[in-house]
Nanobody, 126 residues
Framework: VQLVESGGGLAQTGGSLRLSCAGPGFNVDQYAVGWFRQALGKEREGVAAITGWDRSAWYADSVKGRFTISVDNAKNTLYLQMSNLKPDDSGVYYC????????????????????RGQGTQVTVSS
């Protein structure tokens, strides 16, 4: 499975961006899917995910109410709609896919996701 992110770029505070993730062999409905981000000098953190048999969404507290994760099964594409962006949202965003129907209890862990993209840069100016 190869994952390729797109849609990153520069946005102003309060603006919006939509990230996409697709790639060869990626059947989005067969995986737990999610987004991580890593800001310069900071640890990587899980942002949002869709997991489990009921495909429930999980969000980090820092993005709740501002970000929306979704999938398009027909296009085998994962999205992250980001609104009301803040400078702290800047970083490299990675999409990821994990085998199985597990769910997130408290937080996302990089190791849970078997496949990851190369990342796309998001920069939010103040």
């Amino acid at each position: 499975v190869q994952l390729v992110e797109s849609g990153g770029g520069l946005a102003q505070t309060g603006g919006s961006l939509r990230l996409s993730c697709a790639g060869p062999g990626f059947n989005v409905d067969q995986y737990a899917v999610g987004w991580f981000r890593q800001a310069l000098g900071k640890e990587r953190e899980g942002v949002a995910a869709i997991t489990g048999w009921d495909r429930s969404a999980w969000y980090a507290d820092s993005v709740k109410g501002r970000f929306t994760i979704s999938v398009d099964n027909a296009k085998n594409t994962l999205y992250l709609q980001m609104s009301n962006l803040k400078p702290d949202d800047s970083g490299v965003y990675y999409c990821a896919a994990g085998e199985g129907r597990w769910i997130i209890i408290t937080t996302m862990h990089w190791a849970q996701f078997d496949h990851r993209g190369q990342g796309t840069q998001v920069t939010v100016s103040s």
